[in-house]
């Protein structure tokens, strides 16, 4: 979940980091100042400068910028209009700072540049990378080197180490995926002042955290749901419509995410991708098959892709789960399905089995990615012939 920065700033002021005066404006709340503010919509996507989403306000206008950010707010679907108000920061610089993981290294690694604010892009190849164990609590004196080889020096170099060490208590203490702060301002005076923040939590930890479900993050993350995710996310599942053609049911989150890519580099993008976290019973198999089966009704999906890897998960939940939707529910486009098994995965059915029963319902079943990649080529390759011919018999499109 991605928190709004109100609230992401709410983790960071426990901890002691140091904030800017802010106030948080809930829907029709209005605003009394004597000083020059910021006023930033709250929302769980970033870009919002580019966007016209943060403002300058002063006790003048207040009111009248207010006004004109929440509208602006309501045309992009935030019915729920909630606003930051910060004193303005004057920065001598502007740093970026995020602790994130490293899922190959499976460790925590701090990012760092010194040219950090809104084009923090355009200076990727001043990035820093610090690692740490996941069995390690960094301290402050660890920073030192890593700071000063980034160009850090004087008062703000002993303040960026304390701030690197609490921030990642903050990260750690929170199941955060992500904590980024950008821009991080140094003063006049060499203090430091976090003047955003982005933090996205780990999903798999709600368990841990019965808070999340009363946070705005949560009710803006679900607004921003199509009404399938929003299905989806109650009967336990992560959906996440795409504007691709091929619709994919996944074994695994990881497997998911680099047939994404792999169809990208196809040039037949996915239009979804759908996880089941901690799940592998027949019954989830049977469900994830259905909401992706209703993902593929729309015009734009022209295929649908159904691979599992599989090293323990069992082949009979997912062969069994798919056969009794098969059963109930033909597929309404055309259909890949990809099994790669190990010896554990084949205890209770083997390969040869699941392919026979799948032949059954009349589907193919391929051993290994190659050959599904080649079968949803040779699928795109007959829908463009048939388009072209369809265009020189008639002279329309399709």
């Known amino acids: 979940m991605n928190l709004v920065e109100y609230e992401a700033k709410d983790l960071l002021r426990r901890a002691g980091l140091p904030l800017p005066w802010s ?18 919509a709250q929302t769980p996507f970033g870009g919002r400068g580019k966007q016209g989403l943060i403002l300058p306000a002063g006790p003048a206008n207040a009111t009248e910028v207010l006004d004109t950010l929440r509208a602006r707010m309501r045309s992009i679907g935030l019915n729920r209009p909630a606003v ?5 920061v004057l920065a001598e610089h502007e740093y970026y700072l995020a602790w994130t993981i490293d899922d190959v290294a499976q460790d925590y690694v701090l990012l760092f540049t010194r040219q950090g604010g809104i ?13 740490f164990a996941a069995t390690v609590t960094p301290l402050a004196h660890e920073f030192v080197a890593f700071f000063q080889d980034a160009g850090v020096e004087g008062r703000s170099l002993g303040a960026l180490c304390r701030f690197a060490t609490s921030a990642w208590r903050v990260f750690v203490h929170n199941d955060a995926q992500l904590l980024e702060i950008n821009p991080l301002a140094v003063t006049m005076k060499g203090d430091l002042i976090a003047l955003d923040a982005k933090v996205v939590l780990d999903d798999n930890a709600r368990p841990r955290h019965l ?19 929003r299905r989806a996310d109650a009967a336990g599942f992560t959906l996440v419509e795409l504007q691709g053609e091929t619709a994919i049911l996944a074994g695994g989150a990881g497997t998911g995410m680099a047939l994404l890519d792999l169809l990208a580099d196809e040039g037949i993008p996915a239009a979804n991708f759908v996880d089941a976290s901690g799940g592998s019973a027949q019954l989830i198999f049977e469900q994830l098959g259905r909401l992706v089966f209703e993902r593929a009704r729309h015009p734009d999906v022209t295929a649908i892709l159904m691979y599992f890897s599989l090293s323990a998960t069992s082949l009979a939940s997912v062969v069994n789960g798919l056969l009794k939707l098969f059963d109930e529910e033909p597929a309404p486009k055309p259909l890949v399905i990809g099994l ?11 390969h040869a089995q699941a392919a026979a029963a799948l032949r059954e319902r009349g589907y193919g079943c391929e051993r290994d990615l190659p050959a599904v990649m080649q079968k949803l080529r040779e699928l795109r390759d ?5 388009e072209a011919l369809h265009i020189e018999s008639t002279g329309d499109q399709p």
């Open 119 to 131: 084009h923090v892009e355009d200076h990727g190849a001043t990035l820093l990378r610090l690692h």
């Open 340 to 350: 790669l098994t190990s010896g554990a995965a084949e205890r209770e059915m083997t």
């Open 382 to 386: 007959q829908r463009n012939a048939a």
């Open 84 to 88: 930051l108000a910060e004193t303005r």
């Open 23 to 40: 106030q948080v404006l809930q829907e029709a709340a209005s605003l009394v100042i004597d000083h020059d503010v910021v006023l930033k």
């Open 211 to 229: 808070d999340w479900s009363g946070l705005h993050s949560e009710y803006v993350s679900k607004q921003a749901m199509s009404d399938l995710e």
